[in-house]
């Protein structure tokens, strides 16, 4: 299974969950940005990859809708409601990704 996270600049949030869940899991995990400026802006090719598509936000999904409608007809986009307040890999963050992923990791 392949596991997309999406935040603003992929800086704290995405490559956050990536990391955590690329470890003692049994997925494959990527992350990007919607911004211009984010370290990995998410592509077509990304949406593709996804079997699993988790945006930190309601605005990422907002974003991703508008500008790959046609590539996620077939998927689903979840909103993990995870306000940008925390640096990578804080450990109230991981906890909140650990305590929020649970449902779609079993």
């Given at each position: 299974m392949n596991y997309l996270f999406i935040c603003s600049r992929n800086q704290w949030r995405s490559p956050t969950a990536e990391?955590?869940?690329?470890?003692?899991y049994a997925i494959n995990t990527r992350s990007a940005g919607t911004s211009r400026h984010a370290r990995h802006t998410v592509s077509a090719q990304d949406i593709h990859w996804a079997d699993h598509?988790?945006?930190?936000?309601?605005k990422h999904k907002k974003s991703i809708l508008e500008k790959f409608?046609?590539?996620?007809?077939?998927?689903k986009?979840?909103?993990?409601?995870?306000?940008?307040?925390?640096?990578y890999m804080d450990t109230e963050l991981i906890n909140?990704?650990?305590e929020?992923?649970?449902?779609?990791?079993e």
């Open positions: 990391r955590v869940f690329a470890q003692n598509i988790f945006v930190m936000e309601y409608s046609k590539q996620l007809a077939q998927k986009v979840v909103v993990l409601d995870i306000p940008d307040n925390y640096q909140i990704l650990k929020t992923m649970t449902y779609y990791l």
